[in-house]
Nanobody
């Protein structure tokens, strides 16, 4: 059984920073791509960032240059460092895992088989 548990969300002022963590348990991790998505009320789920087994990364256009995804395989954890936060970054952030081992870097939600429960990030103006 694969479980993903996000943490690190909260309330921050515009221009501030937060670091989200996603701890994975089960047979998923070092061989698998991990991603972050977000969804605001009334909006579709949006791709934020992804990191592959070989640590190649990919970012959504709205977060490039501000967010950084990383992974610690020894801790089975993926991180999302969010800097220069804006009110429009306010969303529930979800961690996701791709079941394919040694695959590419997925950017679409349908490419991920496992999801966390989400963590709320609120950026005040």
């Amino acid at each position: 059984q694969v479980q993903l548990v996000e943490s690190g969300g909260g309330l921050v002022q515009a221009g501030g920073s937060l670091r989200l963590s996603c701890a994975a348990s089960g047979r998923i991790f070092s061989r698998n791509a991990m991603g972050w998505f977000r969804q605001a009320p009334g909006k579709e789920r949006e791709f934020v960032a992804a990191i592959n087994w070989n640590r190649s990364t990919y970012y959504g256009d709205s977060v490039k240059g501000r967010f950084t995804i990383s992974r610690d395989n020894a801790k089975n954890t993926v991180y999302l460092q969010m800097n220069s936060l804006k009110p429009e970054d306010t969303s529930v952030y979800y961690c996701a895992a791709d079941d394919t081992a040694w695959g590419n870097t997925p950017r679409y939600s349908y490419e991920y088989e496992y999801w966390g429960q989400g963590t709320q990030v609120t950026v005040s103006s």
